[in-house]
């Protein structure tokens, strides 16, 4: 049976599924674009996951055979694009984009490319910065930060961490880079009660919770040890306050070191990893993300906010722009522990917001990053460029 000619046939590539926001959203966008009527095929390994996420959530799914420099890789989505006569394949992390090129040039069907960045930088080799837009049809960047790096580079020479001293900019049509925003189940994350994981953690219902949720990983993590050098610094004005990293990654040692050395064992700790993110961020008086790396768009501000939860966070690259649609909280300059320890003293003293301005929260959240949004833009998009004509080739 011929597919129809109206519903637009994609296959979403990706080679990781192993976890984080990046593997989140590419599952559940591809649901949500499934739920507003393409044809959507997710391609990854199989027994990750995410693969599982997607068998739960009803998303065709392709195991990727593994092998010599994705060559495997390459050869089986090429046959699937020819067999199933997709239009788009669309590449979510950086070490599919040139896979799914390859792919789309050995299929004979000719679809349309296009690439997400996730990552507040550009590609790291000079080749992919210079050559990427040109085999693309679009790349899209999941914050405007993020279209500014790969439009214009950034420079923070004074940061003291190297890899934000510099990025630079792609070369090409750079009217090929597009925003779109968002990816968030916001039916899981609103606004509930925490009591059950409080209690889980060992946390009083009159105790006020701070936590950086994130991975913490070398060399800095997302700012997790700045935040226990805040939380020494308040501990003894908030008597009442906790402060919890939840995540993992393979500082743990150092951090648990930094407790210690810190004597605040009876007060912080790392919590075993949570797989129910939506009762974590509800269970929280405040999230806190002091980051000091690079930032696309923190996801966890984003939930937090949905959830009507107040956020710290540092402001640097694309946590302004997700910070302002909730709004709820403040940001502090990045690495600033002075800042991040007087905008925690001054929240704990702050009322917890009601239940009416906690959903008025999630709705702002909700309008701007639900996963509906987009696959809305995507599917906009994808039909944008479905309609150009293909390139006349030389006589």
Not at 8 to 15: C, D, E, K, P
Not at 272 to 289: F, G, T, Y
Not at 368 to 384: I, K, T, V
Request: a positive charge.
């Amino acid at each position: 049976m011929s597919p129809d000619p109206a519903t637009v046939r994609v296959l979403h590539l990706n080679s990781r599924l192993t976890g984080g926001g990046t593997d989140d959203r590419t599952v559940r966008i591809a649901h949500a674009l499934q739920q507003a009527g393409a044809a959507v095929w997710l391609m990854g390994p199989g027994e990750r996951a995410f693969a599982i996420v997607a068998g739960q959530l009803g998303v065709p799914f392709q195991p990727a055979p593994a092998g010599w420099l994705k060559l495997p890789l390459v050869l089986h989505a090429a046959r699937f694009l020819r067999r199933h006569r997709v239009q788009v394949i669309h590449a979510r992390h950086g070490n599919d984009y040139w896979p799914a090129i390859l792919a789309a040039r050995l299929s004979g069907v000719r679809p349309k490319v296009v690439l997400s960045r996730h990552l507040a930088k550009s590609p790291g080799s000079w080749i992919s910065r210079r050559f990427l837009l040109s085999q693309c049809d679009a790349l899209v960047a999941v914050s405007h930060f993020v279209a500014h790096v790969l439009r214009e580079g950034h420079a923070d020479p004074g940061s003291d961490n190297p890899e934000r001293h510099w990025r630079p900019p792609m070369c090409g049509d750079l009217t090929k880079i597009r925003v779109v925003y968002g990816g968030f189940d916001m039916t899981r994350f609103r606004p509930g009660d925490g009591a059950a994981q409080r209690r889980a953690w060992g946390i009083e219902p009159e105790e006020f919770v701070f936590a950086v949720v994130g991975g913490y990983d070398r060399p800095r993590g997302k700012g997790q040890p700045e935040f226990l050098q805040a939380a020494a610094r308040v501990r003894t004005a908030l008597p009442r306050a906790r402060f919890l990293l939840v995540g993992r990654g393979n500082l743990r040692a150092e951090l648990e070191a930094q407790i210690r050395r810190l004597g605040l064992e009876a007060v912080a700790g790392l919590t075993p990893w949570c797989e129910d993110m939506p009762a974590a961020m509800n269970a929280l008086d405040c999230l806190v993300l002091p980051q000091v790396g690079t930032e696309a768009l923190p996801g966890v501000v984003i939930e937090a906010h949905a959830c009507g939860r107040p956020v710290i966070a540092s402001a640097l690259d694309g946590i302004p722009e997700a910070f302002a649609v909730g709004g709820c909280g403040r940001l502090v300059p990045p690495g600033d522990v002075p800042a991040l320890a007087a905008a925690m003293q001054d929240q704990a003293a702050q009322p917890p917001p009601d239940a009416a301005t906690r959903w008025q929260i999630h709705e702002r959240v909700a309008a701007r990053f639900a996963q509906e949004r987009a696959a809305a833009d995507l599917l906009a998009l994808y039909r944008e460029l479905l309609a150009k004509a293909p390139p006349r080739r030389a006589a």
